[in-house]
Antibody, heavy 125, light 109 residues
Framework: EVQLVESGGGLVKPGGSLRLSCAVS????????MSWVRQAPGKGLEWVGR??????????DYAAPVKGRFTISRDDSKNTLFLQLNSLKTEDTAVYYC????????????????WGQGALVTVSS | DIQMTQSPSSLSASVGDRVTITCRAS??????LNWYQQKPGKAPKVLIY???SLQSGVPSRFSGSGSGTDFTLTISNLQPEDFATYYCQQSYSSPPEPTFGGGTKVEIK
């Protein structure tokens, strides 16, 4: 069974930093593409960024609002995904979900096929 | 950015009803369109990918159609467990910037 468990959320002041972790099990993590998606309280879903699997170079892409402030990384030896959040703003307050990226063969189409339970990050003074 | 617009933003329906939710992209995304269901306090769950492919384990009363800019999610024979919020999402943009629609809340009439 695929499981994703986020941790590390909490209350942080504007300008502060936080690191979220996502422990995964139930599938071969090393070549899996992974994403972070967030949801502000009472609002819709917003993609944060993604990291490719080792075989595809492990490169990262980010949404414009977080580029330069957030960093996605992975420790394949520990089956863990990370999201480093720096220079936090009040508008970064959200539940942050990690998700696996499903890839449709012979296309560039992707979707988010397994999700964690989410970690709440609150940015407030 | 590719903008995704869902309609309606909410609807009321009864058990057994047929429900249709639409999603429009600001430019053609061919079939790079996915649908998710989210219940309160829970993570989203993928229902449909590639516009019309049913995710494994999802009941066949859910179906998707469309291509280009206009897409539809249909729930036939609405069940009590289907009351939730539904989101469309495109994965066409390159460099990648997946975007979601604003959501459609399906409530009990």
């Amino acid at each position: 069974e695929v499981q994703l468990v986020e941790s590390g959320g909490g209350l942080v002041k504007p300008g502060g930093s936080l690191r979220l972790s996502c422990a995964v099990s139930g599938f071969p993590f090393i070549n899996a593409w992974m994403s972070w998606v967030r949801q502000a309280p009472g609002k819709g879903l917003e993609w944060v960024g993604r990291i490719k699997g080792k075989i595809d170079g492990g490169t990262t892409d980010y949404a414009a609002p977080v580029k330069g402030r957030f960093t996605i990384s992975r420790d394949d030896s520990k089956n863990t995904l990370f999201l480093q959040l720096n220079s936090l703003k009040t508008e970064d307050t959200a539940v942050y979900y990690c998700a696996t990226v499903g890839l449709v063969p012979r296309t560039t189409l992707s979707y988010f096929d397994n999700w964690g339970q989410g970690a709440l990050v609150t940015v407030s003074s | 950015d590719i903008q995704m617009t869902q309609s309606p933003s909410s609807l009321s329906a009864s058990v057994g009803d047929r429900v249709t939710i639409t999603c429009r992209a600001s430019q053609s995304i061919t079939n790079y369109l996915n649908w998710y269901q989210q219940k309160p306090g829970k993570a989203p769950k993928v229902l449909i990918y590639a516009a019309s492919s049913l995710q494994s384990g999802v009941p066949s009363r859910f179906s998707g159609s469309g291509s280009g800019t206009d897409f539809t999610l249909t729930i036939s024979n609405l069940q009590p467990e289907d009351f939730a919020t539904y989101y469309c999402q495109q994965s066409y943009s390159s460099p990648p910037e997946p975007t979601f629609g604003g959501g459609t809340k399906v409530e009990i009439k």
